[in-house]
């Protein structure tokens, strides 16, 4: 049976789960985030709990986090009547190092950015050891991951293939071969992403893609905001799985 002693509480004593977005440094996590918000809000603004908290330098970049939570309506994957789920980023750049190790912490699930941009293949290797040491043996065994590569907009010549990703995540222990990296791997591209969301109320058909309260039908999500809103969901969905199953294998003890 499901209940809410499978989850952690929040100072509300609210379940909740936390989600963190690891990656190097301008691979696009806070815009990966800041879609996933605006996606929210105009799809249901009811399910999302806090304003995103942005702790930026002046040139925009994370200095130490990112942060939004939603909740999930029950029905959807819990039993519980309300679970809400943290979405956190990381500062990617090298001097915030102590500041991952403390976002990271408790970590229910990660969703591990690349940046395929050819001259970020080297941050990309160092970001993802360094992922690897702070998580251990857990990583993929108690802490469920999945894989983005992001702007895939960019012309092919510019950027690392994909492929050399999968076979990253083989030689760092993290899949035991390129098929199952490819089953873990989601490309995307923040970019598109956002330029679709922000041209959606100037489409032809924009009446045909909002419900009688003026909510973005699902079904309507733009390609693109889809595949960005794919990794989050996700990967709630398979945190919420793995805490059930690691509790009906968890020994109980005898009545």
């Given amino acids: 049976m499901q209940s809410s002693h499978l989850f952690k509480r929040d100072a509300e004593g ?14 696009g996590k806070t815009s990966m ?12 603004p009811d399910l999302v709990y806090s304003e995103l908290k942005r702790i930026d330098d002046p040139s925009g970049r994370t200095i130490y986090y990112d942060q939004s939570i939603f909740e999930l309506p029950k029905g ?27 976002v990271i912490r ?21 970001s993802l050891a360094e992922l690897k040491t702070l998580m251990g043996d857990e990583l993929g065994s108690k802490i ?29 222990g993290l899949a035991a071969n390129v098929g199952e990296a490819y089953m873990k791997t989601l490309e995307i591209s923040c970019l598109d992403a956002r330029n679709d969301l922000l041209a959606l109320p100037r489409r ?18 733009p390609e693109s905001v889809r595949r960005v809103a794919q990794p989050i969901e996700q990967i709630t969905r398979m945190i919420i799985e793995n805490k059930i ?10 009545a």
């Fill in 144 to 172: 469920p991951f999945l894989v983005i590569v992001n702007k895939i907009d960019l012309p092919k010549e510019e950027r690392t293939p994909t492929e050399e990703f999968m076979q990253l995540l083989v030689e760092m």
């Fill in 204 to 221: 032809p058909d924009w009446r045909d893609l909002i419900d009688g309260k003026g909510r973005l039908k699902r079904e309507a999500r």
């Fill in 33 to 44: 985030l800041t879609v996933f918000n605006i996606l929210k809000r105009i799809e249901d």
């Fill in 106 to 126: 408790g970590a229910d699930g990660i969703i591990i950015m690349f940046d395929p941009s050819k001259e970020q293949w080297e941050a990309n290797k160092k």
């Fill in 14 to 27: 609210v379940p909740h789960i936390k989600i963190v977005i690891w990656g190097p440094s301008l691979a």
């Fill in 76 to 102: 959807q994957g819990t039993s519980l009547p309300l679970l809400r789920y943290q979405v956190w980023t990381v500062a990617g750049q090298e001097r915030h190092r102590d500041t991952r190790r403390i």
């Fill in 245 to 254: 199953k690691q509790h009906k294998t968890k020994p109980h003890p005898e």
